[in-house]
């Protein structure tokens, strides 16, 4: 067990015996611990070196722990004293002065990563004693449990105790108004004479953060805030014509009771008609998410923006905005209905159709947005923005396409720009769906799109 064992220097009749132990097996959580059990032959040290050496092979940077012996003595500069001993300062020369505290003939003593182990009365241990120090070493080396409680004390001493947390929390919710009480005090804000427009418009943006939670979508219902909001769209001001957009956009999203409310207080008819009219790109965009969310899963709506002319206006925006990012966003909106409605038409093969679903399937059969969309030149408009360098627009454009499929097969197959760029297009995501491939990505984006280029292929060439 001893790995190495030395009598480090003899001098002055002082002789030391060092037992070095390989410590692991008592720590063995401890990292590189670096330990020693001492046996000190004589509490008398010469008087020119008044240390009892710790010595060690390992590492003579770990050497300088000074051990003290019941006299007083002075530790040198740069030596330090190990735990429990007695310390004064010697107030004539400044220095410092120690001694063993506590009597006892085994000294545990710990620096650092270091600790050793001293034998105060006896110049060796007996299997007796060498037992005794290693027992007294694990507790005394056992850094993790010691270590916790201190950590827990310093803990208990950062936290305050759990009545104190509990009373302040309690005074914290007296203090914590409810969504409610502060979309009551953003709605006041908002329709104060005195706020500034910066102030209305601030209102606003919170109350978009709000409003996306269905309970507080309904109560800015029942508070009045949607009248005010849907009002605020005619503003003259378009910060608040673009914030009252988003407000809206956001307390209708999957909110259907506050969908009908929007539409019968006639919001679909005010956010068309600001859309036909010339607006800034951001304003629009805020537009096109709320007529968006308007529409989503409410043929009522669908079928009113319909009858509004409201594919009419998309297509001047599509034509309007060149290459611009409105483009993708009037193709997304149409997309999402012409799907919406396939996807309700399949459900409705279900062998016991609900009631509710008769008559959902009934208000989608009202609907019909492909042949208004073919009829008003969509045929020849989607395939423009395959000419966008977006991998996300192609994507968009070529499930429109095929959406679109059933009504412009025909336009599609006599619009030879159309086919020449899917071949195009088809060439250079082969080579990209490989290099996908390469790269261990077997159902890769690049692979979902050339799939839905060749299903187009498929039907136009
Ligand atoms: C807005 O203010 C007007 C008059 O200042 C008031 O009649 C109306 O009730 C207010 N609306 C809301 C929702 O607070
Ligand atoms: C919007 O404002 C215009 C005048 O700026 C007005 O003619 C129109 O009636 C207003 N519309 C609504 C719904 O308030």
Redesign the pocket.
Known sequence: MPVGWRIPWNGAGVSLLLWMFSLNFVCANCEKSTSALTVIESSEPSDDDGEAHVDSEEDPEDMKVFQPTDQWQTVRPGYAVPAGSHVRLNLQTGLREVKLGEEAPLRYWRDGQRQGMVNTESPSFTAQELKKALKQFKEGAEPSKKDKEKEEEELRAKFRPMEELKRDMEQLDLLVETDFQIMSRLISKFNSSSSTQEEKVSALLDLEYLVHQVDNGQDLVSMGGLRLV??A??S?DLRLQESAAFVLGSAVSSNPHVQVEAVEG?AL??LL?LLATERPMGVKKKLLFAIGSLLRHFPFAQSHFLKMGGVQVLGDIFRASGGGPLRVRVITLLYDMIVEKELISQAGLDPIPDASHQERLRQYAQISLLPLLAEQGWCSLVPEMLASPEHDWREKALRALLAMMPNCRPQYQQNQALTHSLSTLQEQYQELALSEQGLGEEEGYFGEILSLLNAVLLKVR
């Open positions: 849907i009002d769209l005619n003259t006639g008819q005010q008609t």
